[in-house]
């Protein structure tokens, strides 16, 4: 039978740990969310906010955001929630149900999961 010292112990204890941290440093981040995307989670929240060519996540319900700038997407998640948007780049995704997107500028690809599920949702180029 191997005789166990501390010291072993702890060569083992440490090897681990730098394991560990190996392949938590070599994991890729999930994608999502990036640097400069704006979130508003909350019941009747108001804003106006600059988009900053992000993207703008609304979730919850009764929200009103005013999107200055130009943003490069627009995602809304809950109920009830309005976004009036200067310009969106890329796309407007949104789920859930009596939701309101108006957008005055840009060529977005609108995706409406709610509608796909017989919710109202309003998705207008004013």
């Known amino acids: 039978m191997a005789k166990v010292t501390v010291q072993t112990i702890l060569r083992s204890a440490v ?30 929240v108001e804003q106006t906010l600059d988009c900053n060519n992000a993207t703008l996540f609304v979730t919850g319900t009764g929200n009103t955001i005013n999107a200055k700038g130009s943003c490069w997407g627009v995602a809304l998640q809950g109920s009830s929630n309005i976004v009036i948007a200067d310009n969106v780049v890329n796309d407007i995704t949104v789920y859930g149900y009596d939701q309101t997107v108006i957008y005055h500028s840009g060529d977005p690809a609108v995706i409406d999961r709610g509608r796909e599920l017989g919710m109202a949702n309003r998705i207008n180029r004013a």
């Not at 994608?31 to 979130?39: R, S, V």
């Open 15 to 44: 090897a681990c740990a730098a394991v560990v941290a190996a392949a938590m440093a070599s994991a890729a981040a999930p994608a999502g969310a990036e640097n400069g995307d704006t979130h508003i989670t909350g019941q009747g």
